[in-house]
């Protein structure tokens, strides 16, 4: 009896924090779930290596669990997980309006037009890339809205 109590009392322990807000240093996955505390860069340090270690953002980012957001326009699993990863790169680039980050992204894209996408990206920075803190998901909403 008392291992059911404690198996439920986990349960809901784990499934109230599956909507907890995410750490906006470390992003979303198991490691921001389960390490709450994010006061110090040794604390961050272990949400990310929790969640590299588990390799869970991806699946989080994709099916929009683990304090994820899933984008609202759908794309392809590599496009999500190349603007994840690449984000400040894409940030510097779309600023300036080119480079080989946003080629990358124009051809996960099949975008025809790489000049015309580079110029719309740059003229629309402000609306795609709208904080500091800007999610994965956002982004590509916003460019899916402004660029594409």
Known sequence: MKKILVSIAA???LSSSLVANVNNQTGCGLGSLIIKDDSTAIMLALQATTNGIFGNQTFGITSGTLGCKKT????NKQVQEFVASNMDQLAKEI???HGE???TL???LSVSDKVAFSASLQENYNKIYT????KMADVLD???ITSI
């Open 11 to 13: 349960i809901i322990a």
């Open 72 to 75: 609202q326009f759908v794309m």
């Open 95 to 97: 600023a300036i309006g």
């Open 101 to 103: 980050s946003i080629d």
């Open 106 to 108: 124009a051809e996960l």
């Open 131 to 134: 904080s500091q803190n800007v």
């Open 142 to 144: 916003n460019i899916s």
